[in-house]
């Protein structure tokens, strides 16, 4: 290296006249020689992928990562850029695309092109089978076009669409009574239960208002971090998901939870095999899965009961106060509110006296069995309906309205409240979710966290749906937007998993 910085010393030199490297070649002209061209070659051959990451500048892990440019474009598909920080090679990323057709008539499965020539990375939907399995349809990174800063495959239009990404190895999913059979991600026997995946959705139809509609998503868990981008976005915002590493996030939620004065609980919900951690579960997961306490926000043995203060002790807040709803429902048409107040069998009665309004709407009464999954603590975690967990009502009718919002309020922990409880309530309420309410009794500001604090944690660090009915309360995390051919994309950013 010396001896060629020499020559191209003398070389320089020779231009301005001088013909000794020692006397006329000094060490500030040789150094600048080298930032000029060396550093400049180095960094051309990085972002051409054609040397070593080493010389490319690292980004920062704690900060968005920069939004992928747009790809080539194909009339009538969707693109979708894929860009792979995950710090493993193309060749051990795998990507599934699953659905359903646009009439919801069947599931599907998203068969990738991946044969060069005219449809490279073309995506058709092929209704499933109950002989398939996803692993047909799983396909490496590696195999997919490049295209702007990632990989590219285009998509038909698709209704619920999830995009699944395994590492390491593709997902095993067979197909029962035409319908695909998804991990069950909290059985050890279930075979994917120690590969490291995650999903993201979207749904592309061209008679859809919007035609785009896509969000990052840890309802039942989080595994890896994905960060989204929507091109031409008419949202509130053109990014979802989270983009921190994986063992960052991680983190996060083992510090807060063991921060918790219910910390013994909460530290049940990151589901581990030996020491490494598969993944972290949702409230609502958990409880299934027999580890988060079933009966968490009815059990006394906690110093507290959140339930018996809240609806059914003699003197509980909705005995001594009532609870104002206003919703708005399609079934009757109409905007309505409801009164509701803990009656004396301990159900929660709410009624309307508007014009129209569509009758009353009754919660059952709390219980603390079967366990783990018929308590009124799972229920509320799950987004279950509260007037029939079962057998719930139609959508758009109040008792679908009303149950929701309530849950809603009191995943934020912002129940009790005699304040009027609306979806503009809760959007005007953001910056006051996931805190100890101070309507609760000093024992209550004391213990639990009474809220979800699985939710909390994750929209601290970005925007992602955490719970079953989270769209109102973070409206920012759906992205939408029209389909404008050659401008529209979707890009995906795979985080680090380490």
């Not at 493993?88 to 020539?117: A, H, M, R």
């Not at 590219?152 to 209704?159: F, G, N």
């Not at 509609?213 to 990014?239: H, K, R, W």
């Not at 909460?266 to 030996?274: D, H, N, P, V």
Request: net charge negative.
């Amino acid at each position: 290296m010396k001896n060629f910085l020499c020559i191209a010393a003398i070389t320089l030199s020779s231009f301005a006249g001088a013909s000794d490297c020692d006397s006329k070649f000094s060490k500030d002209r040789l150094i600048h020689f080298q930032n000029e061209f060396f550093l400049k070659e180095k960094q051309i051959l990085s972002d051409k992928n054609l040397s070593s990451k080493a010389f490319r500048t690292q980004p920062d892990p704690l900060k968005p990562p920069s939004n992928p440019p747009a790809p080539t474009f194909k009339q009538g598909y969707l693109p979708l850029v894929l860009v792979n920080n995950s710090t493993l090679p193309d060749e051990d990323v795998y990507v599934l695309i699953t659905g359903k057709t646009v009439d919801s008539s069947s599931q599907v499965w998203g068969q990738v092109n991946t044969t060069l020539g005219a449809g490279f990375g073309n995506v058709s939907l092929a209704n499933v089978s109950n002989t398939d399995n996803s692993s047909t349809f799983s396909v490496p990174l590696s195999s997919l076009p490049r295209g702007s800063t990632g990989r590219v495959v285009y998509l038909p239009q698709i209704r619920s669409g999830i995009i699944w990404f395994s590492m390491s190895k593709p997902l095993n999913m067979g197909v029962n009574n035409l319908s695909i059979v998804q991990p069950n991600f909290t059985n050890s026997q279930d075979p994917n239960y120690a590969t490291n995946f995650d999903i993201f959705e979207l749904t592309y139809l061209a008679a859809g208002s919007p035609q785009i509609a896509a969000d990052a998503t840890a309802v039942s868990f989080f595994s890896i971090p994905l960060y989204g981008y929507l091109a031409g976005a008419t949202s509130a915002s053109s990014n979802t998901g989270l983009y921190q590493p994986r063992s960052y996030i991680m983190g996060q939620l083992a510090t807060k939870f063991n921060q918790a004065v219910e910390h013994p609980e909460w530290s049940k919900l990151i589901l581990k095999q030996g020491d490494s951690i598969i993944r972290c579960l949702s409230t609502g997961k958990s409880i299934s899965a027999s580890g988060f306490d079933a009966n968490y926000l009815n059990n006394s043995s906690y110093g507290y009961d959140f339930i018996d203060e809240l609806w059914t002790k003699v003197g509980s807040y909705y005995k001594n106060n009532n609870l104002t709803m206003s919703v708005t429902t399609t079934a009757p048409a109409g905007t309505f509110t409801y009164t509701g107040s803990v009656q004396g069998d301990n159900t929660f009665k709410f009624t309307s006296l508007d014009s129209g309004n569509p009758g009353e709407v009754t919660f059952l009464t709390p219980t603390t069995t079967p366990t783990p999954t018929g308590t009124t603590t799972y229920n509320i975690f799950s987004a279950l309906n509260l007037t029939n967990p079962t057998n719930p009502p139609t959508a758009g009718t109040a008792a679908d309205a009303i149950s929701k919002l309530f849950e809603e309020a009191l995943i934020a922990g912002l129940l009790p409240t005699t304040n009027t409880l609306s979806l503009s309530y809760l959007s005007q309420n953001q910056s006051n979710f996931y805190q100890v309410n101070p309507n609760l009794s000093t024992a209550g500001q004391t213990t639990g966290p009474w809220y979800d604090l699985y939710s909390k944690v994750l929209h601290g660090l970005g925007s992602i749906y955490t719970f079953g009915f989270d769209e109102p309360l973070w409206p920012q995390v759906l992205l939408e937007a029209p389909f404008v051919e050659n401008s529209t994309y979707l890009g995906i950013t795979i985080g680090s998993v380490k």
